[in-house]
């Protein structure tokens, strides 16, 4: 079933790799969506595809890349769809 996330993550998830991170993990399991940095320090991930690999996504996401501190996420799931045809970096 397909479902779309957006991820608010916070802690030390900027300047260490985090959206690169996310954007090898996204483009591995085949989501589309983005991820960005925000001005007040956190990342945002919106993603699309089969809830299981949102699911897999959001684990991920939870540890991050060596070099970041995740302290929190906060996940909202959505109904409707903006049918992404790949997952990319925003800036």
């Known amino acids: 079933m397909k479902s779309r ?8 998830v900027q300047g ?4 690169y991170f996310t954007l090898r993990r996204a483009q ?3 989501l589309g969506g983005y991820v ?3 001005p007040d ?3 945002l991930c919106e993603a699309e595809g ?3 690999l949102l699911m ?4 991920e996401l939870r540890i991050g890349p060596s070099f970041s501190d995740v302290r929190d996420l906060d996940v ?3 109904e409707e769809f903006k049918d992404y045809q790949n997952f990319q970096v925003r800036f």
């Open 41 to 43: 320090g956190q990342v």
């Open 16 to 19: 260490v790799g985090f959206r």
């Open 28 to 30: 591995k399991m085949g």
């Open 56 to 59: 897999e996504l959001i684990r």
């Open 76 to 78: 909202q799931w959505f």
């Open 5 to 12: 996330v957006q991820i608010l993550v916070s802690g030390m």
């Open 50 to 52: 089969e809830r299981g």
């Open 36 to 38: 960005k940095n925000l």
